[in-house]
């Protein structure tokens, strides 16, 4: 019983009580946490304590455990942003996405590690120390939803919240080996949660299946179930340019098979889609300058608590200023107006999320496919979705088999505004296919 959809009609059924699986999530948890440090807050007495008061009536949650990274407010609970500036800040309610949860009958047992202020992509940056990946504990999570990759991918949980503003619940979800969805801009309340950059923030789930993943975005979106559709007639456009050039041999080769799934379930590809080019740093010039706006006081009064990194991201931001980012949001629509013309050709377009699988902690740059060498502090890892970003789209990552050193590879779709069924419908073929083997990691591994 390891998916959320299961646990819930487990609970229906009275094949087993919330509280048992709370027990058992919070004992997972436990025993993950040296291996990985996915989570910077656990409370498993007080989530046992709601799951022995659940109402019986229910929800499409009902009993189900989960975590939420640690930008949502909580009720009573600190909301840090795994930042040591933030520390003692004590939420007085819960976040909109966290009441949603609650309400559908889900438990939140703990907050998940995420890289400071979510402002990079690889979760060692942390006052609550690194995030180790469950399949090797040597290399990153990605980021900054790391934790919560790594609690789903460890089955200490089926969902977890996380947030994406340049790919931080893709990547984590590629490099770990879960399904992660980024819900269109403005699809999901931001209400509570602490901002990085609010023109492109979003909110969405890491999610064990798409079948879990799109009941999270349901209860998220306040919406109902769609009907069961099928990808036969989808339209699928594979996405060039950077999107083709970064990729290393092996990201290409699960593209390839992602393509082959989806063909397969009967949807129809759409050949010459497009040959994207951006400019990484229009990202940043909007990023870094509105994460300044929103976390200025740091600087101040917080300056020797934040890491050197984040200080310099802040320290761009306020050097760029305004006028810097309303350029720069300019730019943003060019790429928008990019995705939309290929958009008006395919209804999903089919890309790699990350350039490579997850790199060794100790890495500070990575070599792209076509050779290049950047910085991962200046995108590296999120070079191929930071544009989705830019365009207010919104995209899943889908896993799509595993590298020769048995590390998991992910695909990204990426869809129309508001279009999150055809994504969800086009990952479920493709984890259908079976073309990724499933597999459990185990602590001690």
């Not at 027990?23 to 007080?46: C, I, K, M, Y």
């Not at 309340?189 to 023109?199: D, Q, T, Y």
């Not at 007639?233 to 080769?253: C, D, H």
Request: hydrophobic residues 45%; contains cysteine; glycine residues 12%.
């Amino acid at each position: 019983m390891r998916t959320a959809v299961e646990m819930a009609r487990a609970v229906a059924e009275r094949r087993v009580t919330p509280a048992e699986l709370i027990e058992e999530a919070v004992r997972r948890a436990e025993e993950w946490q040296p291996a990985t440090n996915a989570f910077s807050q656990l409370h498993g007495d007080e989530a046992l304590d709601r799951a022995r008061f659940l109402e019986p009536s229910g929800g499409p949650l009902l009993g189900v455990p989960v975590a939420v990274k640690d930008l949502f407010d909580v009720a009573g609970w600190e909301t840090t942003g795994c930042c040591a500036g933030y520390r003692g800040r004590i939420a007085s309610r819960d976040s909109e996405a966290v009441r949603r949860l609650r309400a559908a009958g889900a438990v939140v047992i703990g907050k998940t590690n995420q890289h400071e202020l979510a402002a990079g992509a690889t979760n060692q940056v942390s006052a609550c120390g690194p995030t180790w990946n469950p399949w090797d504990r040597t290399r990153i999570t990605g980021g900054s939803s790391g934790g919560s990759g790594a609690a789903v991918a460890a089955g200490v949980v089926p969902i977890a919240l996380g947030t994406d503003t340049g790919g931080s619940i893709r990547i984590p979800a590629s490099l770990c080996g879960t399904v992660g969805l980024k819900a269109s801009f403005g699809a999901v309340s931001l209400e509570g949660v602490m901002p990085l950059s609010p023109s492109m923030d979003t909110v969405g789930p890491l999610a064990g299946s798409v079948a879990d993943a799109a009941v999270a975005f349901t209860v998220l979106g306040g919406g109902r179930p769609e009907e069961h559709m099928s990808a036969a007639g989808l339209r699928v456009g594979v996405l060039g340019g950077v999107f083709e050039e970064a990729a290393v041999p092996e990201v290409l080769a699960a593209r390839e098979r992602a393509r082959d799934a989806l063909a397969g379930a009967g949807a129809s590809m759409v050949d010459g889609i497009g040959d994207l080019r951006y400019d990484p740093e229009t990202w940043a010039r909007i990023a870094w300058t509105e994460l300044f706006a929103a976390h200025r006081d740091l600087l101040d009064e917080g300056f020797e608590a934040l890491h050197p990194w984040t200080r310099d991201f802040l320290e761009q931001g306020r050097g760029w200023g305004e006028p810097v980012r309303q350029r720069s949001l300019g730019e943003a629509l060019a790429v928008r107006r990019a995705f939309d013309e290929m958009l008006q050709r395919a209804d999903v377009l089919l890309a790699p999320v990350t350039p490579t699988p997850a790199i060794s902690a100790d890495v500070r740059e990575v070599t792209l496919g076509d050779g290049r060498v950047l910085d991962i502090r200046r995108g590296a890892i999120s070079l191929l979705t930071r544009p989705v970003n830019l365009a207010g789209l919104p995209a899943v990552s889908v896993p799509a088999g595993w590298s020769e050193e048995g590390l998991p590879l992910g695909v990204q779709l990426i869809g129309r505004p508001g279009d999150e069924k055809s994504l969800l419908v086009a990952a479920g073929a493709i984890e259908l296919s079976g073309m990724h083997e499933p597999r459990v990691p185990e602590p001690a591994g």
